[in-house]
């Protein structure tokens, strides 16, 4: 008996010793992204969403209710982007603990300030409209660090155990994406916290310049100064977030409404202002069709880029940093030409 009891005492020690894996299931991959970031380990994710898809059309299908049903945390954009699948899913799932309202239910949109909220009522006629704001939100860095500190509360809250590590994760993660934006040199002098601060309120460069700090600005925000203010042509209205965060200008977009295909009649009026506006630029993400982009291009000399505008979407785009690399690097390419 006795040796009976000390099996079980040494199988009992194991099994507490043993760290308990939260199971998150997301809606987009750039969720996805940001859980692993702050999980690590302590978690497993999983995204309804992989690869070149456009967000705005999924089906709700068996094997997404089936993830659904082992989720412990369940994470949306929210501002219905996911309108049209995300009920069924979760109906489906029976999984109460990640029901609107529960605290394995998250919609990021929450968490950040939404863009292009509209005012007054939202009719058809408007095309694909979001009556809550646009729906993009990764799309602005300072947003991927507002959804990792406040998802890591809320891993701590469902996980108490590993409260901590999650907070220290997301800690790791936002210094990473805070040098990826400003730069090595001016985090370690003025910290992440004050130079986000300072571009939210657009004051970063006067105060650099006033502190005789502008030389030593790097990443992303460096790469991008030289073209506030420029004129963009996107596909669709999704690029929003990115274009406040650097200072670009959509002059128009291919879509004569959100969710509708280009038309001649359409197509023409873009060409004319991009070459009123002489715009260097035209933006689109890789799923749409390259068709009318590549018309404008011939008829004006402007550069089409093809950029993720999701991780995954592309091959650099392996993950959320990785992601704004890659945009950046287009982005800023084309406008310097």
């Known amino acids: 008996?006795?040796?009976?009891?000390?099996?079980?005492?040494?199988?009992?020690?194991?099994?507490?010793?043993?760290?308990?894996?939260?199971?998150?299931?997301?809606?987009?991959?750039?969720?996805?992204?940001?859980?692993?970031?702050?999980?690590?380990?302590?978690?497993?994710?999983?995204?309804?969403?992989?690869?070149?898809?456009?967000?705005?059309?999924?089906?709700?299908?068996?094997?997404y209710i089936n993830k659904a049903a082992n989720?412990?945390?369940?994470?949306?954009?929210?501002?219905?982007?996911?309108?049209?699948?995300?009920?069924?899913?979760l109906d489906g799932s029976a999984n109460s603990k990640i029901q609107p309202g529960q605290p394995g239910h998250v919609y990021v949109g929450d968490w950040?300030?939404?863009?292009?909220?509209?005012?007054?009522?939202?009719?058809?006629?408007?095309?694909?409209?979001?009556?809550?704001?646009?729906?993009?939100?990764?799309?602005?860095?300072?947003?991927?660090?507002?959804?990792a500190a406040k998802l890591a509360e809320r891993l701590g809250t469902?996980?108490?155990?590993?409260?901590?590590?999650?907070?220290?994760?997301?800690?790791?993660?936002?210094?990473?994406?805070?040098?990826?934006?400003?730069?090595?040199?001016?985090?370690?002098?003025?910290?992440?916290?004050?130079?986000?601060?300072?571009?939210?309120?657009n004051k970063l460069v006067p105060n650099l310049k006033e502190k005789g700090m502008l030389d030593e600005l790097g990443g992303w925000c460096n790469k991008m100064r030289p073209f506030w203010k420029s004129q963009i042509v996107t596909y669709h209205r999704s690029w929003n977030y990115f274009n406040y965060r650097f200072g670009l200008k959509v002059a128009a977009e291919l879509e004569p409404k959100p969710g509708l295909d280009p038309t001649p009649g359409h197509v023409a009026a873009v060409i004319r202002t991009v070459q009123e506006d002489r715009i260097k630029l035209i933006l689109q993400e890789p799923f749409y069709s390259t068709k009318n982009g590549?018309?404008?291009?011939?008829?004006?000399?402007?550069?089409?880029?093809?950029?993720?505008?999701?991780?995954?979407?592309?091959?650099?785009?392996?993950?959320?940093?990785?992601?704004?690399d890659t945009i950046v690097s287009r982005v800023a390419s084309a406008l310097g030409k």
Do not use: C
């Open 1 to 63: 008996m006795k040796t009976v009891a000390a099996i079980l005492t040494i199988l009992s020690i194991a099994a507490a010793g043993q760290s308990r894996v939260v199971n998150v299931l997301t809606t987009l991959p750039d969720l996805a992204a940001l859980a692993k970031e702050v999980g690590k380990e302590k978690v497993s994710v999983s995204s309804l969403i992989v690869g070149s898809r456009d967000p705005h059309r999924l089906e709700a299908k068996p094997s």
């Open 71 to 89: 989720a412990d945390l369940f994470m949306a954009v929210g501002l219905e982007l996911e309108v049209a699948y995300e009920q069924p899913i």
């Open 112 to 147: 950040v300030t939404v863009r292009d909220v509209p005012q007054g009522g939202v009719t058809r006629a408007q095309g694909d409209m979001h009556p809550y704001g646009n729906p993009h939100v990764w799309l602005d860095p300072y947003n991927g660090r507002l959804i």
């Open 158 to 201: 469902i996980d108490k155990a590993n409260a901590a590590a999650y907070k220290a994760n997301a800690e790791d993660f936002s210094h990473r994406l805070d040098v990826a934006m400003f730069g090595s040199a001016l985090v370690g002098k003025v910290g992440g916290a004050t130079l986000w601060q300072w571009d939210n309120e």
């Open 294 to 324: 590549e018309f404008v291009k011939s008829r004006t000399g402007a550069t089409l880029v093809v950029a993720p505008g999701s991780v995954g979407q592309d091959p650099a785009a392996k993950d959320y940093i990785g992601l704004f």
